[in-house]
């Protein structure tokens, strides 16, 4: 550790700044879900689906999908009585990353082929029954990785952050044969028994509310979730963004099962089990995604508890930050006895209009032993030892353009020299341009320091600089941030900033 008198870092940490910043940092494992491929990956259909569809997807107009349906009460007769041929057995074993402590846990949950992986809320620790929302991430991987706590991008936020974001529990199920589960990738049929399992599993939590347990997914999630609310009234509510009608014209690049069985068509395509919907389920798209899907399924069935909504000027993607934030508003308020969600147009369009908003990331807790210190920083941020040996650098994994991504924090430790060590340093910085002010950190002395620096280049990165010393410990936090990002920044450095515990020294 450093003895020092004058901090010089400060305003020569710019060079290290663009180097990180440049640098790959990796980009998301594959084992989750998430979709990052247009409408028509996702689940979308073409054009040339399109002109060869005809009628078939309306219940009625194709004899034999009628005749079979018609074979059985409900689908989850059907569902339970059929047994699907895989052409293909596939699964993956990707590493499933610890969650934030005491905000998820990441837990086991019984199905029908053994357990199964999920992240689930933390008991809030009240003593209360609380609402949970189960949401299915789009994709066609049958896994969870860190994909909750990733930058919630305003115009693709697959996420589900809003929900647990807003207070509400929130859980997220992987399925048989992802993330080294037992069984194999189903497409949409043995994936709709494990939700049912996961809901099974929620009800059995000390602090959720059995009563209040509402299901949601986008794109093939949207799909599943469509099925799961067809299988079953155990959700309070189900809400399906840019599900699909029929499966046979979507992507069948990623089907396990026999395609030479027109059956397995049929028992994994939504518009034919419409009228076994019991829980009131919502169906969301943009009209420039799947909404021909949407409006399909409406046309095909008279169910009124199936609300459909087609969101103009928005695709596939450009939905859910805007319209998960209402949702998730709705099921904070339906306490009731009996479920009382209700969505209209005006509301979906007025929440398409809302300002875009960055929440705060998902925080946890580091702890660097030698120094004493402990703080709080985004959970997609690693600590990275640098060439000074007195230093850290702390940043994301990825490298995406938005503020938690392009933030970087430098710790550096040092022994203080002298009791007026704050206060020489506070005139240093000021010498240097930095608008200084004396504060406390947890009841120790600090300096906050700011300044705007601009790179060889022309740009400019906004440095936010605390200065704290306890005894013979001192530590630096000098956190910047290019200044697209500075109000987003302020709030994510505060947060650290509220967090930091440091010891004595020895």
Same mark, same amino acid.
């Given at each position: 550790?450093?003895?020092?008198?004058h901090?010089?870092?400060?305003?020569t940490?710019?060079?290290?700044?663009?180097?990180l910043?440049t640098?790959?940092?990796?980009?998301?494992?594959?084992?989750g879900?998430a979709?990052?491929?247009?409408?028509?990956?996702?689940?979308?259909?073409?054009?040339?689906?399109?002109?060869?569809r005809?009628q078939?997807?309306?219940?009625?107009?194709?004899?034999?999908?009628?005749?079979?349906?018609?074979?059985?009460?409900?689908?989850?007769?059907?569902?339970?009585?059929?047994?699907?041929?895989?052409?293909?057995?596939?699964?993956?074993?990707?590493?499933?990353?610890?969650?934030?402590?005491?905000?998820?846990?990441?837990?086991?949950?019984?199905s029908?082929?053994?357990?199964?992986?999920?992240?689930?809320s933390?008991?809030?620790g009240?003593?209360?029954k609380?609402?949970?929302?189960?949401?299915v991430?789009?994709?066609?991987?049958?896994?969870?990785?860190d994909?909750? @706590?990733?930058?919630?991008? @305003?115009?693709?936020?697959?996420? +589900?952050?809003?929900?647990w974001?807003?207070?509400?529990?929130?859980m997220?199920?992987?399925?048989?044969?992802?993330?080294?589960?037992?069984?194999?990738?189903?497409?949409?049929?043995?994936?709709?028994d494990?939700?049912?399992?996961?809901?099974e599993?929620?009800?059995?939590?000390?602090y959720?509310?059995?009563?209040?347990?509402?299901?949601?997914?986008?794109?093939?999630?949207?799909?599943?979730?469509?099925?799961?609310?067809?299988?079953?009234d155990?959700?309070?509510?189900v809400?399906?963004?840019?599900?699909?009608?029929?499966?046979?014209?979507h992507?069948?690049?990623?089907?396990?099962?026999?395609?030479?069985?027109?059956?397995?068509?049929?028992?994994?395509?939504?518009?034919?089990?419409?009228?076994?919907?019991?829980s009131?389920?919502?169906?969301?798209?943009?009209r420039?995604?799947?909404s021909?899907?949407?409006?399909?399924?409406?046309?095909?069935?008279?169910?009124?508890?199936?609300? +459909?909504?087609?969101?103009?000027g928005?695709d596939?993607?450009?939905?859910?930050?805007?319209?998960t934030?209402?949702?998730a508003?709705?099921?904070?308020a339906?306490t009731?006895?009996?479920?009382?969600?209700t969505?209209?147009?005006e509301?979906?369009?007025?929440?398409?209009a809302?300002?875009?908003?960055?929440?705060?990331?998902?925080?946890?807790?580091?702890?660097i032993?030698?120094?004493?210190?402990?703080?709080?920083?985004?959970?997609?941020w690693?600590?990275?030892?640098?060439?000074d040996?007195?230093?850290?650098?702390?940043?994301?994994?990825?490298?995406?353009?938005?503020?938690?991504?392009?933030?970087v924090?430098?710790?550096?430790?040092?022994?203080?020299?002298?009791?007026?060590?704050?206060?020489?340093?506070?005139?240093?910085?000021?010498?240097?341009?930095?608008?200084?002010?004396?504060?406390?950190?947890?009841?120790?002395?600090?300096?906050?320091?700011t300044a705007?620096?601009?790179?060889?280049?022309?740009?400019?990165?906004?440095?936010?600089?605390?200065?704290?010393v306890?005894?013979?410990?001192?530590?630096?936090?000098?956190?910047?941030?290019h200044e697209?990002?500075?109000e987003?920044?302020?709030?994510i450095?505060?947060?650290?900033?509220?967090?930091?515990?440091?010891?004595?020294?020895?």
């Amino acid at each position: 550790m450093k003895t020092m008198k004058h901090l010089k870092t400060p305003v020569t940490l710019l060079a290290l700044l663009i180097a990180l910043s440049t640098a790959s940092c990796g980009t998301p494992q594959t084992g989750g879900n998430a979709d990052s491929t247009s409408p028509e990956g996702a689940s979308g259909e073409s054009e040339s689906a399109q002109s060869g569809r005809g009628q078939s997807g309306l219940l009625g107009k194709d004899d034999s999908a009628s005749e079979f349906v018609q074979k059985y009460d409900s689908f989850a007769q059907a569902h339970d009585a059929f047994t699907t041929t895989l052409a293909r057995e596939e699964n993956d074993d990707y590493t499933i990353p610890e969650p934030p402590e005491g905000l998820f846990d990441l837990v086991s949950y019984p199905s029908k082929v053994g357990d199964l992986a999920a992240y689930v809320s933390s008991d809030p620790g009240d003593g209360q029954k609380h609402p949970m929302i189960i949401w299915v991430v789009g994709g066609w991987g049958n896994g969870i990785d860190d994909f909750p @706590w990733v930058y919630p991008e @305003w115009d693709n936020d697959q996420t +589900g952050s809003a929900f647990w974001q807003a207070g509400l529990l929130t859980m997220y199920p992987s399925f048989r044969g992802g993330s080294g589960n037992p069984g194999h990738y189903e497409a949409l049929f043995g994936e709709v028994d494990d939700i049912v399992s996961a809901c099974e599993y929620a009800a059995s939590l000390p602090y959720v509310d059995p009563e209040r347990i509402y299901l949601g997914g986008h794109s093939t999630g949207g799909t599943r979730a469509l099925l799961a609310s067809e299988y079953t009234d155990k959700f309070r509510a189900v809400f399906c963004f840019g599900a699909v009608d029929e499966i046979k014209y979507h992507n069948n690049s990623q089907f396990t099962f026999d395609t030479s069985i027109e059956e397995e068509y049929i028992m994994r395509s939504p518009i034919y089990w419409l009228d076994n919907v019991k829980s009131p389920t919502f169906l969301i798209e943009g009209r420039d995604g799947n909404s021909e899907n949407l409006e399909r399924m409406l046309e095909a069935s008279q169910n009124d508890r199936i609300q +459909g909504y087609v969101i103009e000027g928005a695709d596939h993607f450009s939905t859910l930050a805007p319209a998960t934030r209402l949702v998730a508003q709705k099921i904070l308020a339906d306490t009731g006895a009996e479920p009382n969600i209700t969505l209209t147009q005006e509301e979906l369009d007025a929440c398409m209009a809302q300002t875009p908003s960055a929440p705060l990331p998902a925080m946890t807790s580091r702890t660097i032993e030698n120094l004493g210190l402990t703080f709080s920083c985004p959970y997609l941020w690693e600590i990275t030892p640098t060439e000074d040996s007195s230093r850290l650098a702390v940043y994301s994994r990825y490298e995406d353009d938005n503020p938690w991504d392009m933030s970087v924090l430098y710790l550096t430790a040092y022994t203080p020299e002298g009791d007026g060590y704050l206060q020489e340093l506070a005139e240093y910085l000021t010498q240097n341009s930095f608008s200084t002010e004396e504060i406390t950190v947890n009841g120790l002395p600090a300096i906050d320091a700011t300044a705007m620096v601009q790179s060889d280049e022309g740009e400019n990165f906004f440095q936010h600089y605390v200065a704290l010393v306890n005894g013979s410990n001192g530590v630096d936090f000098t956190y910047v941030i290019h200044e697209d990002f500075q109000e987003e920044g302020d709030a994510i450095f505060q947060a650290i900033v509220d967090s930091i515990v440091l010891g004595e020294g020895q």
